[in-house]
């Protein structure tokens, strides 16, 4: 007997390896990697293309600022809803999977590999508020789980899934020998919501020119494309510009479509800097003098006396 599963990819190694346990156990599978504004999928294309399965490739932008608008189990320590994010992840892959027929929906989870997000517990909490009972397979820490539909109905050979817990990597490592596996990221990383500083300007446009268009509720995309780019400021008006710090964010700004776009005067190299949105008129003139404060050759110290701004 055999079943067909989607295995949620992230690039990482428990991930790749979770492909290849599942394989030995007698599934089909095929990868689901998600993209957003804050983290990308390249990891897990080109893990899906060096493990040779099928990946579906899922927006998520909508789902994550759903989140980030209202997460039902809070924050962690920066702008990341991380048990919503993951189950919503899990329900997303559940929708594909009835969509296409197919059996389970797996993750590269380890039990106690991390003591909050992957304990047996939260565990749990993720399978219950992904509404995948049942359906949803961990196949690295299986067999100290219970049994799920696929393996109660022998499609799944319980035998050949794992029992790996705990923060230790030494079986992950000689599973990796065995499969060949030689190419995977660290395992922390990737997501920009966990970076502290990313979070901060995130929550600034939040709670100033907001991540929808107030009339028709879409989302500001460029506004979140733009949030890796330049140092940002808040104007004392409510504008935020954004400088350039180098040739290539100046160019990308200078291709965008803003309020106000702005160069250092006399032609001195030196940043560009956007407006996306003008609030008052009065900031034009500062973001000018801002500008002026980062041409080149000025110090921290010359940089310092410039005082109506607020670096974000
Ligand atoms: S680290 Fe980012 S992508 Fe991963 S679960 Fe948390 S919020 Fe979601």
Partial sequence: MSCKGLSLMSG????????????????????????????SSANARKAAAALGVKLHVLDFTEDEVGLLENPPHGFG???NPCIDCHATMIRRAGELMASLGYDFVAT?????????????????TVEKSSGLKGRLVRPMS??????????????????????????SRDRQIALAKEFGITDYPSPAGGCKLT????????KDLMEHEGLRDKATGALNRTLLDLLVVGRRFRLPGGSSVILGRDANENARLEKGVFAAILKPTNGIPGPTAAIPVLVSE???????SLVNAYVRGTTPADRASFKPYQLI
Avoid at 12 to 35: K, Y
Avoid at 282 to 288: E, G, R, V
């Fill in 142 to 167: 299986a067999k100290l789980l219970e049994p799920t539909i696929p393996e109660i109905e022998g499609k799944l050979d319980r035998e050949k899934l794992l029992d790996i817990s705990g923060r």
């Fill in 12 to 39: 990482g190694l428990d991930s790749q390896l979770a492909v290849r346990v599942l394989e030995r156990a007698g599934a089909e599978v095929e990868g689901v990697c998600f993209e957003t504004p804050f983290f």
């Fill in 195 to 202: 970076e502290e500083a990313y979070g901060r300007k995130l």
């Fill in 108 to 124: 590269g989870e380890v039990q106690g590999q991390r003591p909050m997000s992957q304990n047996k517990q939260s565990l749990c």
């Fill in 282 to 288: 009065s900031d034009i003139p500062l973001a000018q």
């Fill in 77 to 79: 320590g920066a702008m």
